[in-house]
């Protein structure tokens, strides 16, 4: 689940009094700044490789090409968007940064303005729409049913073609005759 949802949904639960605004922010901000500064020494640490590695799933690839274009293109602008305006990219950014070398203290100073403003911004959403969060339960709730039936159906297919490949696979083998040759 996306850290915005969660935190907006937090701030529904501050407004409901389960606990204070304050608080939700300060916890969020403290796991963005954890996640954000992990994210960051871990590729100033691996570097290039480790940015060759996301570039190598199809799934990332795409997402760490527009994060390194874009701090390679805008540097500190590229940072302090990635944790406001550009959110989903914030992870790559944050790898990015670490693998290209830029320093350590300006991209923390950046990472952290965007980083509480994220959070304010959230969590206020979250506590100011708060009674529209039921609805929004509900609909998530009564969706589980559609993700499980698409989850099985997948599960399936992707069985289905591994089970096909693996009797291509036999069938276009040469197979030794099981029975020994007689002679007669």
Known sequence: ??????VMVAGGFAAAGDFALWQLIGCAFAGFVLGDQTAFWLARRAGRPLIARFRANPRTATLVGRAEALVTQRG????????TVLSPLGPYVG???GALGLGWLRFTATAVAGGLLWCIAYAWLGYTFADR???IAALIQSSIGIVMAGAVTLGGLLWLIRAYRRSRAVTASPHPSPLPETKS
């Open 1 to 6: 689940m996306p850290s915005s949802i969660m």
């Open 76 to 83: 500190l602008l590229a940072v302090f968007l990635s944790r």
């Open 95 to 97: 790898y990015t940064s």
């Open 133 to 135: 969060i039921a609805g």
